[in-house]
């Protein structure tokens, strides 16, 4: 995650965390899996990475999977969502790390699973190239690396019925895409990660696409609707402030709202999750 403060400065408070753990544990529900299922968790002292590691849940799950001779170490760019070490695992360790920045001599080479979750929104100009390469250096010959994204890209106002209207939705969407191109921050990278991953020499192992459920419609467009306020608030009212043609801070404060009135009425904000497994050659 790059240390530019000039966009993405996300909210640090709990209602972020709270979000990243009703994430992580709808993922879960949605993939059916921690971790992809062919890649190998029964051998002792594996050594695994967790990328945008957040408030660490991913590894407090793995850890119950993995032999207790395993280490466990969660990077990110901040360290505001981390637990206290006292309540993790003794086999955990988080630390801050940028990664799109050189690595540490000692990281390379080091890891057996590197796994990364959700940095759509961190990656600049359609390229992941950048992030892409540390990644495979962290991993040891014939070592895995799991990518979990999400396709922002794919996000629309879904209503339950044709008699819901979403002109706010609808607006929303307009507006946030413009936003995100403007920014370099479009996503439609991410359904072509296997590719990427292949001409980066990797293996690739599996790549899906999921479309969130409709069990699953309710709480996923709440969390949705937090980060989109948080986005909102945090980086994008503050770019554009006092430039013509852009809508002021209230402006977007109130489309927010009764988008959220709308989503209540029974709109989701529908999303494909993305994965892929590679493997470096051994």
């Not at 991410?190 to 599996?206: A, M, N, P, R, Y």
């Not at 209540?264 to 051994?282: E, N, P, R």
Request: charged share 20%; proline share 6%.
């Amino acid at each position: 995650m790059s240390t530019n403060k000039e966009i993405l400065a996300f909210n640090e408070d709990i209602g972020s965390a709270a979000r990243f753990y009703m994430q992580h544990w709808m993922w879960v529900s949605e993939t059916g899996f921690l971790i992809h299922p062919h890649v190998p968790l029964n051998r002792e002292n594996l050594k695994i990475a967790d990328i945008a590691c957040g408030t660490g849940i991913w590894l407090v799950d793995l850890a119950k999977k993995v032999p207790e001779t395993s280490q466990l170490d969660g990077f990110d760019i901040s360290s505001a969502h981390f637990p206290p070490r006292e309540w993790l695992p003794q086999n955990i360790n988080l630390s801050i790390l940028d990664a799109s920045a050189p690595l540490l001599d000692q990281l390379v080479g080091k890891y057996d699973i590197v796994h990364i979750g959700r940095i759509v929104f961190f990656i600049r100009n359609e390229d992941p190239s950048i992030f892409l390469k540390n990644f495979i250096k962290l991993l040891k010959p014939g070592g895995y690396l799991c990518w979990d994204e999400l396709d922002a890209g794919a996000m629309r106002p879904v209503p339950v019925s044709s008699s819901v209207q979403h002109p706010f939705c609808d607006k929303m969407d307009r507006f946030g895409r413009a936003w995100f191109t403007a920014h370099g921050l479009s996503s439609n990278w991410v359904g072509t990660l296997d590719k990427t991953l292949q001409d980066f020499g990797l293996e690739v192992i599996d790549f899906k696409r999921i479309p969130i459920s409709n069990a699953m419609a309710k709480p996923w467009t709440i969390t949705q609707l937090m980060a989109t306020q948080d986005f909102i608030e945090n980086d994008i009212i503050p770019s554009c402030e006092g430039k013509e043609g852009r809508p002021s801070a209230e402006e977007w404060r109130e489309m927010v709202r009764n988008v959220i009135a709308e989503c209540q009425k029974g709109v989701k904000l529908a999303m494909d999750i993305v994965y892929v497994v590679g493997k470096t050659h051994a």
